[in-house]
């Protein structure tokens, strides 16, 4: 079969695509054939192996990329509850770019009818991160105050919707003007162009000097330090990327002169813990779409051979939504 297998970590320019072995299910996956293959952050990080070491999201040399898909199940191998052809979708398991994976059975969820592919998709690894962090991670609650950064991305542009659901203000970091219209059009109640603007002037003002209950951090580096203190006592400071370079320390001292906040660097995986979980917040987004409450924006569907185009788009600051890969 086709995949885009990386031999060595690196740039996009080492991405492309050639012939491999189809996999082939072990006791407890299935194998599916893709249709969509989702693009993620993490896809680049793996790429540049900084999870080479991971325990949990584990690169080891050579593999296919790609931590999301949706497709048809081509082989259930004796899963309980899954038949070939039933229309799937899953993330977290590595090697959707290619059209052939192997899945664990517990990690996959049946596609709505009613629901198409590419939405799926865009439910799965961005929608699910989203989820767990205004419901799990910090429940949000009416009234809350949250900064979300980079809201006009893939998990922006749904963390700001299901926040705005669960009544809390929501005050939006973007990129550019555009961006700000995209994530105002969506909900947020106030956006700070953070490359013109500094964020923390912005939230004090907003809040009445008060700052946020809770920070939603995928930036990173460039703006840990004032998302720390951001914060109103014992709020929250969630780390949960580094697309302008990963957070390498955070002093605790800074912590409690930030008003004895919290700070914390969750992996998605945690919060999938099980195929109950999985299924749980999976059902939970697939519903709000199809009752029309969350809004999901296919930016642009690459050709699986035109990864390398993608990943470039992404590390360009330049995705208003879901990019996929049409295998
Ligand atoms: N821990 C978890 O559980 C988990 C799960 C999923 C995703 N994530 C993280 O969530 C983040 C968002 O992922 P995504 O797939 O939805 O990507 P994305 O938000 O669509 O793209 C990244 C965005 O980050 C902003 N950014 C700021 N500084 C940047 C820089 N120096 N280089 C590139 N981008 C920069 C840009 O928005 P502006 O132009 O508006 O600044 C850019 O559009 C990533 O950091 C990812 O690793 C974490």
């Excluded at 070939?84 to 290619?98: E, F, I, K, P």
């Excluded at 900064?147 to 963390?159: D, E, P, S």
Aim: aromatic residues 8%.
């Amino acid at each position: 079969m086709q995949a885009v297998q990386i031999k060595a970590y690196g740039g996009g320019d080492g991405l492309a695509l050639s012939a491999v072995g189809q996999p082939r299910p072990q006791p407890g996956e299935a194998l599916v054939e893709l249709e969509f293959s989702g693009v993620n952050y993490i896809d680049i990080y793996m790429r540049e192996g900084h999870y080479r070491a991971s325990k949990t999201y584990g690169s080891p040399l050579p593999f296919t990329l790609g931590m999301e898909g949706a497709g048809r199940v081509a082989d259930a191998n004796g899963a309980p509850g899954l038949a070939a052809g039933d229309r799937v979708a899953y993330c977290l398991a590595r090697g959707s770019y290619a059209e052939y994976a192997v899945v664990p059975a517990w990690k996959l969820v049946k596609i709505p009818d009613a629901l198409d592919a590419p939405v799926a998709t865009a439910l799965m690894l961005q929608g699910c991160t989203a989820h767990y962090l205004s419901h799990s991670l910090f429940p949000l609650q009416p009234g809350h105050w949250c900064l979300i950064h980079a809201a006009a991305g893939g998990v922006g542009q749904l963390l700001v919707q299901l926040a705005k659901l669960r009544g809390a203000n929501a005050i939006a970091t973007v990129g550019s003007a555009e961006k700000a219209q995209r994530v105002t059009e969506l909900g947020a109640d106030y956006t700070v162009l953070y490359r013109e603007t500094g964020f923390l002037a912005a939230v004090q003002d907003i809040t009445g000097g008060e700052g946020v209950h809770v920070v939603y951090d995928s930036v990173g580096a460039d703006t840990i330090a004032d998302s720390i203190r951001c914060l109103r006592r014992r709020g929250t400071c969630v780390n949960y990327g580094g697309s302008s370079g990963l957070v390498e320390a955070v002093n605790p001292l800074a912590l409690a002169e930030a008003g004895s906040v919290f700070f914390t660097r969750p992996h998605l995986a945690h919060y999938m813990h099980d195929a109950e979980e999985i299924g749980t917040r999976a059902k939970a987004l697939f519903n709000a779409v199809e009752r029309n409450a969350l809004r999901i924006c296919i930016d642009r569907v690459f050709p699986l051979p035109d990864a390398a185009q993608a990943h470039a788009v992404m590390e360009n600051r330049a995705t208003r939504g879901k990019l996929l890969l049409a295998i």
